[in-house]
């Protein structure tokens, strides 16, 4: 099983997809995230002490649930302003099991961009589905 986000954004492993969160947090400044709330066991830093949008995607389950347009609009604008640093996080993925295994961090930032505009284009939810 892996996830799928509507609006052609995203089809691979969850694992694939958490590493690609791993590279935006570093990107962004953000502590590691092996030590912020909800990847930390216990406690954490909480995510509500960061200001900035792209908390909304390092928050969302990777299983279900929906980005409302509202939401993706911010997440596009730091994306862009952060995907030259994301693409040099990692330079690809790691999983051989996924079918994603030879794309690059650019590629998937490029394919969840253009999908989070076409969902906010049309008004419409992005939906995650695991």
């Given at each position: 099983?892996?996830?799928?986000?509507?609006h052609n954004a995203y089809s691979g492993s969850h694992s694939s997809?958490?590493?690609w969160r791993a590279s935006i947090a570093k990107a962004a400044g953000f502590p590691e995230l092996a030590e912020m709330e909800y990847y930390k066991l216990t406690g954490g830093i909480p995510w509500s002490s960061l200001d900035d949008?792209?908390?909304d995607l390092m928050i969302h389950s990777d299983?279900?649930?929906n980005l409302k347009p509202t939401q993706l609009k911010g997440i596009v604008e730091r994306l862009e302003s952060l995907a030259e640093n994301i693409a040099k996080q990692q330079p690809g993925?790691?999983?051989p099991g996924n079918v994603h295994y030879n794309l690059s961090n650019?590629?998937?930032?490029k394919k969840f961009i253009d999908g989070a505009k076409v969902a906010v284009t049309k008004n419409q939810l992005m939906k995650f589905r695991g």
């Open positions: 099983m892996g996830l799928s986000i509507s997809f958490g590493a949008p792209l908390v299983c279900e649930g993925l790691s999983d650019s590629y998937i930032t």
